[in-house]
DNA sequence: TTAAGTGCAAATTATTTGCAGTAAG
DNA sequence: CTTACTGCAAATAATTTGCACTTAA
């Protein structure tokens, strides 16, 4: 499970405001603890709202699922995640807002990054007229073997 | 719109019927129906539930939305459609199972098949040890330019 | 002080399910 | 006949929203 998220320290607090700040976007209580549970140690994340909300309770922060789903919703339009969907069920979002590859793990419903640098596109199919493409989804779905 | 279905003549029944019996599906009435709406005339189709539910009742065919879910889902088990996850809101199935890039259309959330030919990818990342790829999900996001 | 954010609980949307009735093999 | 399919209505699941309250700027 991706159910390992940055400590609460004064150094992921320092870390969280830094990028909502980056994006302007107000640090309220509880988005200054989701923010440090996500990007709080640099590294990338991906979580579904459920996720980080159990996550958020676990380390003792007391936010409520809707502000989590509006949180998120939030960093999406500020630009410090994107949305990805998947399967349907729920929506995953990613910290990482680069256009990257994901795997996809059939069995467990999980989601991680795909090494970026390993998928090489050679010819894309052109946008149909009077259209323009704006973003390549790419999910490799693996089970275990 | 993929507001287009097949019209329901007894040519377009009898190719619902044989794509029925190819799979083993059992044609109950409510099967042909839908079945002939999206294979009666050979082309593929991308379908949401409530889409084929609304062209069945338009073309006078009597089916519950719940029988159209069940019956989609049926087809996919079959291994006569696939399923196919783009905006987390909705599923579309594809009358076409082969293994082809999408086009998404963000204003009007409608998919279509992007020409398989187009696309060539390079080289695609390995699966992590003790997983193997089941399947590689490409979805070309476009909006009006 | 004031517009924006938060927390509930209730509302929505997409989809599934239970169960009694109906039809295909 | 017998098992699978259908229809409806009720159940779920993920997510959003309305509204009174709180808080950052």
């Not at 909300?53 to 939030?74: C, I, P, Q, W």
Request: aromatic fraction near 6%; charge should be negative.
């Amino acid at each position: 499970m991706d159910t390992s998220f940055a400590d609460i320290t004064d150094r992921s607090m320092e870390m969280g405001a830094n990028w909502l700040s980056r994006a302007q976007v107000r640090p309220t209580r509880q988005r200054l603890s989701l923010a440090s549970l996500l990007v709080g140690d640099g590294c990338d994340r991906h979580v579904t709202a459920e996720g980080l909300f159990m996550a958020a309770k676990e380390k003792g922060e007391s936010v409520s699922l809707a502000t989590v789903y509006n949180t998120l919703r939030a960093f999406c339009d500020a630009g410090l995640m994107t949305e990805i969907t998947v399967d349907g069920q729920k929506s995953y979002f990613d910290t990482c807002t680069d256009d990257h590859p994901h795997f996809f793990w059939e069995d467990s419903q999980e989601l991680s990054d795909a090494p970026s640098a390993e998928l090489e596109i050679a010819r894309l199919p052109k946008a149909p007229e009077g259209a323009e493409i704006s973003r390549v989804d790419v999910i490799i779905r693996v089970r275990r073997s």
